[in-house]
């Protein structure tokens, strides 16, 4: 499975941006999919997860209320919309697919990172 995240960029606090990830090759099943983020100096972080049929969802305390995750399992895409973005925020966002349950932090596959960085 292959997965390319798009949607970064620099925004304003308060602003909003929307990630994408699109998912190709082994796509006839279905995975848990997660975004991630790793800020310069930090440990990469689960951000939000949602499983398969999207009926169950994670989000780190600090994004709940702020960020949602969603699927379109026909488009294999992934979603994470932010909303009210803080400087803390600014991280690489990475995408990642394959984790037996959400919660889990063990993911099979992961794209490349897409750049988010919030000015204050």
């Known amino acids: 499975v292959q997965l390319q995240a798009s949607g970064g960029g620099l925004v304003q606090a308060g602003g909003s941006l929307r990630l994408s990830c699109a998912a190709s090759g082994r796509t006839g099943r279905r995975y848990v999919m997660g975004w991630f983020r790793q800020a310069p100096g930090k440990e990469r972080e689960s951000v939000a997860a949602i499983g398969i049929n999207s009926g169950i969802s994670y989000y780190e305390d600090s994004v709940k209320g702020r960020f949602t995750i969603s699927r379109d399992n026909a488009k294999n895409t992934v979603y994470l919309q932010m909303n009210s973005l803080k400087p803390e925020d600014t991280a690489v966002y990475y995408c990642?697919?394959?984790?037996?349950?959400?919660?889990?932090?063990?993911?099979?596959?992961w794209g490349q990172g897409t750049q988010v960085t919030v000015s204050s």
């Open positions: 990642a697919a394959g984790a037996r349950r959400v919660g889990e932090l063990d993911y099979d596959y």
